[in-house]
């Protein structure tokens, strides 16, 4: 399985992005899939989730202005970030619990990150 995050880049604040990840490979079925973000000397942290039936989870810094949402046809889930701040800037990671067959147990994994930079 292989996941393929792309939409980062530089923007100023009170700007918008909206990240991408694809899944590809042996896909029986997703079950969470997620953001996370690592800034510069801090630990990696949720930003949000969802899961196959759709309930989302955020952490607080980001409640209001970003929205996770999946496409399950594309096997590819989304964030889209609004009135970002500063401190949002970081290298996003995807991360999804993928099953390859019908017999199989959900395994863990994770994109490659893309990088976000909040500036003026």
């Known amino acids: 399985v292989q996941l393929r995050a792309s939409g980062g880049g530089l923007v100023q604040p009170g700007g918008s992005l909206r990240l991408s990840c694809a899944a590809s490979?042996?896909?029986?079925?997703?079950?969470?899939m997620g953001w996370y973000r690592q800034a510069p000397g801090k630990q990696r942290e949720l930003v949000a989730s969802?899961?196959?039936?759709?309930?989302?989870n955020y952490a607080d810094s980001v409640k209001g202005r970003f929205t996770v949402s999946r496409d399950n046809a594309k096997n590819t889930v989304y964030l889209q970030m609004n009135s970002l701040k500063p401190e949002d800037t970081a290298v996003y990671y995807c991360?999804?619990?993928?099953?390859?067959?019908?017999?199989?147990?959900?395994?863990?994994?994770w994109g490659q990150g893309t990088l976000v930079t909040v500036s003026s």
């Open positions: 969802i899961t196959s039936a759709g309930f989302t």
């Open positions: 991360n999804v619990d993928v099953r390859a067959t019908i017999w199989g147990n959900y395994q863990n994994y």
């Open positions: 490979g042996s896909i029986f079925g997703i079950n969470h």
